[in-house]
């Protein structure tokens, strides 16, 4: 049994992320941590256990975290995912209460119960994590291994022309994690688009005949779907979320990666959270890049198929 933490600023696609997670037999979510991003940490943490009630399976403890970034101001994407952050729809009125604890606290002492075992699922701002390093970086050297859904990968980001939400959201916490020395694997923003994304069609399919957490899915996310249909013309429903768990829950959808040192810009305004996946051990001594090794494994093609028909098995009911 593999053993995850989730660590999660909660809208639309999170919840599908945190959905297949509690779904995947080899998996055992130990624990749901939230943090500031898509929405404040408190509204983060709501939407966490709605997603983890209506899942209908077991239900991990969810602990509170960091509810701004370590050195600015919160930043929200409120005409993207809604001011709830999961489509001002009326669906977060969860009957689960959030545990008592710390999630700084709870990460590391899960890197302590499970040395070597511990994988970070990290689907929101890098915040709780990097504040984990900083407490105990000792025991936080045993995790095993950090999938984030981070960057624009090999293409430009999408909150500003260079940077990725997650990362603009807190840079200096993204850089803190990759140059923590723990593995980490990044699904960038470029791989949940095209046939990667769910279609019109199949979010109508979810609204249909979906389980509990396929409606959920669909009406979650449907603000989302017509956001994008607004500013990219094409009525889908972009998953970077769900791309990175799947990475960490079915490696066989993963085609090709490439090992990269991945520098995250933190200094000058107009490049802030962008992420340059340099090659490793290139020459670039000029601008101080000489010989570094590679500190992630940046996902460059997935099998989208494959990934549409296990996500969709997950949230349709069987015919």
């Known amino acids: 049994m593999r053993h995850f933490l989730v660590d999660t600023d909660t809208a639309g696609d999170d919840a599908i992320a945190l959905m297949m997670m509690l779904q995947e037999p080899q998996v055992r979510v130990e624990a749901v941590t939230t943090v500031a991003g898509n929405v404040p940490m408190e509204q983060a943490t709501k939407n966490a256990l709605a997603a983890i009630e209506v899942t209908g399976s077991y239900q991990p403890p969810v602990y509170r975290g960091a509810a701004r970034p370590l050195m600015r101001d919160l930043a929200q994407m409120i005409g993207v995912h809604g001011r709830d952050g999961m489509g001002d729809c009326g669906l977060v009125a969860p009957s689960l209460s959030p545990a008592e604890g710390h999630a700084v606290d709870v990460i590391c002492d899960l890197a302590k119960q499970y040395p070597d075992e511990l994988e970070i699922l990290m689907i929101g701002p890098a915040t709780n994590v990097a504040l984990a390093l900083m407490k105990e970086p000792e025991a936080m050297k045993r995790v095993k291994h950090i999938y984030s859904m981070g960057t624009g990968g090999f293409a430009p980001g999408m909150e500003t022309a260079v940077a990725e939400f997650n990362v603009y959201i807190d840079a200096e916490a993204y850089a803190a994690v990759l140059d923590s020395g723990i593995p980490v694997t990044i699904a960038g923003f470029d791989i949940c688009m095209g046939e ?108 989208a198929a494959l990934f549409k028909e296990k996500l969709l098995s997950l949230l349709l009911e069987a015919e």
């Open 196 to 303: 990667t994304a769910l279609s019109e069609e199949e979010a109508a399919q979810l609204s249909r005949r979906g389980t509990a957490a396929g409606k959920f899915a669909a009406a979650c996310n449907a603000k989302l779907l017509e956001f994008a249909r607004q500013r990219l013309g094409v009525g889908m429903i972009p998953v970077p979320d769900p791309t990175a768990a799947a990475a960490a829950i079915w490696p066989e959808v993963v085609l090709e990666t490439e090992a990269r040192y991945c520098y995250t810009c933190t200094k000058e305004e107009a490049t802030y959270g962008q992420v340059i996946p340099f090659l490793p051990d290139a020459e670039i001594k000029d601008q101080g890049f000489h010989r570094r090794p590679a500190n992630a494994r940046l996902i460059k093609k997935l099998d």
